[in-house]
């Protein structure tokens, strides 16, 4: 398997955990009975477990055009270097990013997902 399939796999797991931390956040907020309901009139998940929900979220949006990206590069066979470099520092900036937004800093959070979309256009620039 080619090392930027296996960094997608990784990205796929890293998102898994984000999941299941922002349920562990939500469930400690409201508890198992309003998670395992309709969630009607959930309250707003407040704190670390709001952060997890949101960067869980946007795991989600990004992993999209990383799998994209990283799938082209693969079927095109214009893996090389850079589209591995790309990859690696998408994968690693997600993992400081998922960790920093939980934490609850800003600033850094959004410097850490500049870094996250430079791996994206790494891989893009190699397919164009």
């Not at 990784?10 to 309901?37: C, F, I, Y």
């Not at 709001?50 to 066979?77: K, P, Q, S």
Request: aromatic letters at 8%; hydrophobic letters at 65%.
């Amino acid at each position: 398997m080619k090392p930027e399939l296996s960094l997608l796999l990784w990205a796929v797991v890293l998102t898994l955990v984000q999941a299941v931390v922002a349920v562990h956040g939500a469930l400690l907020q409201v508890g198992l009975a309003k998670l395992a309901g309709n969630r009607d009139g959930m309250p707003e998940i407040a704190g670390w477990g709001g952060r997890a929900a949101r960067a869980h979220r946007n795991m989600l949006e990004n992993l999209v055009l990383f799998a994209a990206l990283v799938l082209v590069a693969a079927l095109a066979d214009k893996t090389n270097a850079m589209t591995l470099l790309g990859a690696q520092i998408f994968l690693y900036a997600r993992i400081v990013y998922a960790l920093v937004y939980i934490a609850g800093l800003p600033w850094v959070r959004t410097a850490v997902w500049g870094v996250s979309v430079a791996g994206l256009v790494l891989i893009f620039l190699q397919l164009i």
